[in-house]
């Protein structure tokens, strides 16, 4: 869930979750939903089609934002591009999806800013990851499978910096047979796996803007860099615009080695767009999710705590609580225990974002509250809750009524 940080606008985002799309969906109302689009052929990509579907297409008809004729082409290219990327349904498949804490490899969310709001779809590509033991992380279909997204993106989609990062992260032969390895000494089972990347697409009218989401997490293991070093590394090292961000990469090294809530960075996101008007994100968590470790974090361990940055941590504090599940308050330095442990979606996954030629870090805490309210319908109200305290009662009827409408799925 992204929230506010060092900018003026608020920037909510629904579900809670990564518990994304419900695998045990309830047949008949969910096939009603998409009974006027063609089924696959294909029976894996029918199963994940009847499962991401109707629930991608509930949002996006709840947010009010799309002609139905747009809503068709979205829902086309979730059907014919995304669909065959996923691979087969979980209990054939060799690997399973690490966007959600269920396993699913795809993942809708609804953004709300003041005024309108945007539907959005994170997915990570998986085919037959997992099945060639000479290839334990996948990933040789990427670069072709980016230029078939990009026909299908905004047409100033880019994939220049996209290029770049893959050709350095991607791990493959002794690489990953070396990062298998430091998997296993870690105390994982041999089975283990380690994403490489996610892939999105931002709905904004008729137009799909798309986003990278790079893990440098195989590479460390590979090579024993520490993940920051290589996404500052990578970062400076972009061409073009690589030498514009430094400034603001030397903040990030500072942070990262002065905060007293050390957070581990964990991936590299960039907008697939032309390099001069891309923004690049850290993402770095937290184990800890009080609201001092989001202070702490959104200052850049007091680096940064001009009015914008303030401002922002003040607003973040009226509602933290409630995102947590604590509707009668917490102490600033209070934890909130989480339901499911096992699992990397804990604590806050902060998001720093970066844009050339400014050393200005913007940052938002990423919350995976599933974790952390009692139930969907609590974190449903109290979602409603928040945006009602920000004024933002267009939303909140539209909010309501898409909940219900899922729930019912």
Not at 58 to 64: D, E, F, H, K, V
Not at 82 to 109: C, H, M, N, Q
Not at 156 to 176: C, K, P, Y
Request: glycine content about 6%.
């Amino acid at each position: 869930m992204p929230l506010p940080g060092s900018t003026a606008d608020l920037d909510l985002a629904y579900p809670p979750s990564p518990r994304s799309v419900p695998l045990g969906i309830r047949a008949a109302t969910a096939n009603n939903l998409i009974a006027s689009f063609d089924q696959p052929h294909d029976p894996e990509q029918k199963w994940w089609w009847s499962r991401c579907a109707p629930l991608f297409y509930t949002i996006l008809n709840a947010s009010g934002s799309y002609t139905p004729e747009q809503m068709a082409e979205h829902m086309r290219v979730v059907r014919d591009v995304v669909i065959p990327s996923l691979g087969p349904r979980p209990s054939k498949a060799a690997a399973k999806g690490l966007i959600t804490l269920d396993g699913t490899p795809f993942e809708p969310s609804w953004n709300f800013t003041r005024g309108r709001s945007v539907v959005r779809y994170a997915f990570e590509p998986l085919w037959d990851t997992g099945s060639n033991p000479e290839e334990p992380f996948g990933g040789r279909q990427v670069p072709e499978f980016a230029r078939v997204l990009s026909r299908v993106a905004a047409p100033d989609t880019h994939l220049g910096w996209f290029d770049q990062i893959w050709a350095r992260w991607n791990v493959a032969g002794d690489e990953a047979a070396r990062a298998k390895r430091a998997l296993i000494a870690h105390g994982k089972p041999a089975s283990a796996r380690v994403p490489q990347l996610f892939l999105a697409f931002d709905h904004h009218g008729a137009e799909r803007r798309l986003k990278s989401y790079h893990f440098p997490i195989l590479k460390h293991l590979a090579t024993g860099v520490s993940t920051e070093k290589l996404v500052l590394d990578m970062m400076t090292d972009l061409r073009p615009g690589g030498d514009e961000l430094r400034a603001a990469a030397a903040k990030m090294k500072t942070f990262f080695d002065r905060t007293k809530y050390p957070a581990a960075a964990e991936m590299l996101s960039i907008d697939c767009v032309d390099p001069r008007t891309a923004r690049v994100k850290i993402y770095a968590r937290t184990q800890s999710n009080s609201l001092d470790t989001v202070r702490e974090t959104m200052t850049l361990a007091g680096l940064q705590t001009d009015e914008q940055t303030m401002e922002g941590v003040a607003r973040v504090a009226k509602f933290w609580h409630l995102l947590l599940d604590e509707r009668g308050g917490m102490e600033r330095g209070q934890n909130k225990e989480l339901r499911v442990k096992a699992t990397h979606h804990t604590g806050i996954c902060f998001v720093f974002e970066i844009r050339p030629g400014s050393d200005r870090v913007s940052v938002k805490p990423q919350m995976p509250w599933c974790q952390t309210n009692g139930t969907d319908a609590r974190g449903a109200e109290n979602f409603a809750a928040v945006l009602k305290m920000f004024g933002w009662e267009d939303h909140v009827d539209r909010f309501e009524k898409g909940v219900m409408a899922a729930a019912s799925l």
